[in-house]
């Protein structure tokens, strides 16, 4: 089974981690997949982040695709609707796995990158109402300057779980840093504030 027949196949999710190589063991020939990309059927592609110029993950965006990029891509595979895995072989070939354990493992290693990942456009962010109360409650009280640990005190929780959800709030966001994090949030329009300091979303220390 090549890579077109397995995407044709495809009725409910497709998702892909590539290193981008121009090998020919590189599973998903990302060309290929815009090729397929078509209504009802969710796409998710996992790429490194020097790949973000590259137009074809434009393309696979406007086709409705939801592109982010990480640093580092540890593994190409293409798994479609959690049942078939696709994965690099010897000799340059490509693998398919139907063995629950295989695909199980592949699904496994991809949602733990996919949430600290860059998503390629800010459409791709969550909108406010998608943040939880805990987070909006956080992100709040950070934005008005509290650290993590008066933080914790107003909302009567622990230190950590402060840094959890700020954790949290920085994934979804696509974020690294909480500068970056608080940057984001207010170019989406999130704060009601006339005026915010980037010194707000630093560590807090002590």
Same mark, same amino acid.
């Given at each position: ?12 999710? !497709? !998702? ?7 090998? =020919? ?28 110029? $590259? ?14 990029? *990480?640093?580092? !891509?540890?593994?190409?595979?293409? *798994?479609?609707?959690? =049942?078939? #895995? ?9 693998? *398919?796995?139907?063995?629950?354990? !295989?695909?199980?493992? $592949?699904?496994?290693?991809? @949602?733990?990158?996919?949430?600290? #990942? ?15 109360? =805990? ?29 959890? $959800? ?11 840093? =909480?500068?970056? #994090? ?17 010194? @707000?979303?630093?560590?807090? *220390?002590?």
């Amino acid at each position: 089974m090549n890579i077109g027949t397995l995407l044709a196949a495809a009725t409910t999710e !497709v !998702v892909v981690m590539s290193s981008f190589s121009q090998g =020919r063991s590189d599973p998903i020939s990302t060309a290929r997949l815009a090729n397929h990309v078509r209504p009802g059927v969710r796409y998710r592609v996992l790429v490194p982040d020097t790949a973000r110029v $590259t137009p074809v993950l434009g393309a696979l965006s406007l086709s409705a695709a939801v592109v982010r990029t *990480v640093p580092h !891509v540890p593994s190409d595979a293409l *798994v479609v609707d959690g =049942r078939t #895995a696709m994965v690099p072989a010897e000799h340059e070939r490509l693998a *398919v796995f139907r063995l629950p354990a !295989v695909v199980t493992t $592949t699904l496994e290693l991809f @949602e733990q990158i996919w949430p600290r #990942a860059v998503p390629l456009f800010d459409s791709d962010l969550p909108e406010s109402s998608e943040l939880t109360t =805990r987070q909006r409650e956080v992100l709040a009280l950070l934005w008005e300057g509290h650290t993590d640990e008066s933080a914790a005190t107003r909302l009567q929780v622990s230190v950590r779980t402060v840094r959890r $959800t700020v954790a949290e709030i920085m994934a979804r966001l696509g974020a690294r840093s =909480r500068f970056q #994090a608080g940057a984001k949030a207010a170019d989406r329009g999130w704060f009601n504030y006339p005026q915010w300091s980037m010194s @707000e979303f630093s560590p807090a *220390v002590g």
